[in-house]
């Protein structure tokens, strides 16, 4: 997780110096009608700010990730999705000690139903 956070944070860093750049060809152009060059520049610049913002979000969101707890604890409680139907069902681990030890993403059996860990509170 701290690997795409980083390449999420140098992507942004790339088009932020990119959005410098064009910004400063912007600010030489003449703010005219006719210019088409002018409304080119315009709509790169945002565009890369859109995608910056959401570059961001995302960056927030795998920062978020990397603090949680990904391992499931005896305390932990868990949130399963049923591969079948897709009922979502929440679990105290230390009801279900099989759980202990696994991490989001795994895929379990109980009580003779598969189901895929979603989430760790």
Known sequence: ???ISERIRE??????KKLAYIETLLSK???EID???YFQLLSKVDILEN???ILQIRWKQAKSLERK???????SRVKLVSTKIGAVVWVDARNYMEL????IGDIITMQNTAFY???IV
Do not use: D, P
């Open 35 to 37: 210019n088409k060059r």
């Open 100 to 103: 202990v030890g696994k991490k």
């Open 1 to 3: 997780m701290q690997k």
């Open 69 to 75: 707890e990904l391992f499931i604890s005896f305390s």
């Open 117 to 119: 860990v979603a989430g």
């Open 29 to 31: 152009e003449n703010v």
């Open 51 to 53: 995608s910056v913002k």
């Open 11 to 16: 992507e942004i860093s790339q088009k932020a």
